[in-house]
């Protein structure tokens, strides 16, 4: 079943492009041009009403929702928050009445999402889902949802399940933006974005042996940092946490521009950096972060998608992404991070797939 790849998680990493494929298939309107998802189960006088929609999830899928804040917000101009499953469940938080619950989950089976649904559903909450595992649980006791179809994901550390559900909020963004403020024209333009996505991944996919060689080379560090602003903040977290996961190196994400109120104290050489540098409003605050890091002898590795307005010496090390619609753009940072987890984990001769103390869906709260 693994064909030519070594381990289950580099298999998924590559099948992105595929996976991706297959959580779109069949959800744009070119007439409309919008995204539309079969299961949601509310008509369009119920999506008016809804003001502010909370997502809980834990782990991984956190991230995803941190970046569907992002997303939601930007497009749709509906407040969001987000919440970890295992402390809105405890936390008797106050939501409005016309606050809309959506769980996010890849197994369907996670103890703390479902305790939180059902928490939410037993105040009379609608419930919606998004989950790659058919027939589970969360898909069962949700009240609608979106299925991912990113096909069965073997390895423990979350990886195209991950992109294909910031994927799918970025095109439930989209829908939801549609309802609202969102032009045709902008839509037309998230609509071709999104298609153009899994050739995209396959170009960053490409630089496979480019990532490795960087890994290879930082792969003794016992501590690093991942900085990024704006949507690229939740990439930074994952980055971090993918590193932790599987090669056990002591990781922390931060938004870049709260480094020097804190961790800029943690840079040393002992201590690399993995900086997002997005083309856009930020880069020049990034690039002065990268700065600061390198003025006190801290290696950067920069990911960046732009181009020749990212001179060579500006970073130790740089991986390229290409530059396209912000929507998709936390999708296309994600890929090299997981590269550069992946190949770290197995230059330390970890066991990738299985890493200690984890368990693929935890269904203990
Ligand atoms: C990390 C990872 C976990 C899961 C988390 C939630 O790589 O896989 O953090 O994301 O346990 O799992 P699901 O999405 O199945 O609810």
New binding site residues.
Partial sequence: ELGHFTHYMEKEIFEQPTALENSMRGRFSDDDSTAKFGGLNLDPVQWRQIDRILFC?????WHACLTAEYLIEKYARIPVEVEYASEFRYRNAPLDKNTLVFV???????LD?LEALREAKRKGYIVLGITNGVGSSIARETDGGIYQHAGPEIG???TK?FTSQILLSGMLALHLGRMRDLSFGDGREMVAAFRSLPGLVSTVLDQADKIKEIAEKYADFSDFLFLGRQSMFPIALEGA??LK?ISYIHAEGYPAGEMKHGPIALISEECPSVILSPHGDTLKKVISNIQETRARKGSVIAITSAGKDFPQDTADEIIHIPQAHDCIMPILATIPLQLLAYYIAVKRGCDVDKPRNLAK??TVE
């Fill in positions: 999830a834990c782990g991984t899928t996010i989950s890849q197994s369907g089976e996670t999402t423990v550390a979350s399940a946490l993918k996961e869906s935890v």
